[in-house]
């Protein structure tokens, strides 16, 4: 990926699925922040499961210049 131009923020717990995914107002869903991403885009997953339970559409599409991250404080334990 060259370099990244926007990171989104997603949390299960506390997000909106409203054009946002900033630390302080994550999106919801991982299914609206690729909605949202364009190219050269970092996603980054807070802790919490991701499912159609949390309003997640299946199947989940990763598109070009897109890269998701799970929580990096404890290398992606705890995102499901």
């Not at 869903?29 to 499912?51: P, V």
């Not at 559409?57 to 990096?72: A, C, H, K, N, S």
Request: net charge negative.
């Amino acid at each position: 990926m060259d370099t990244i131009a926007k990171t989104l923020d997603v949390d299960p717990s506390r997000g909106v699925d409203e054009p946002s995914g900033r630390p302080h107002l994550p999106y919801k869903t991982l299914t609206a922040a690729l909605g949202a991403a364009q190219g050269n885009t970092l996603i980054k997953l807070a802790l919490g499961t991701y499912s159609t339970a949390t309003g997640e559409r299946f199947p989940i599409t990763l598109p070009d210049g897109v890269m998701i991250v799970g929580q990096e404080t404890t290398q992606g334990q705890g995102v499901v």
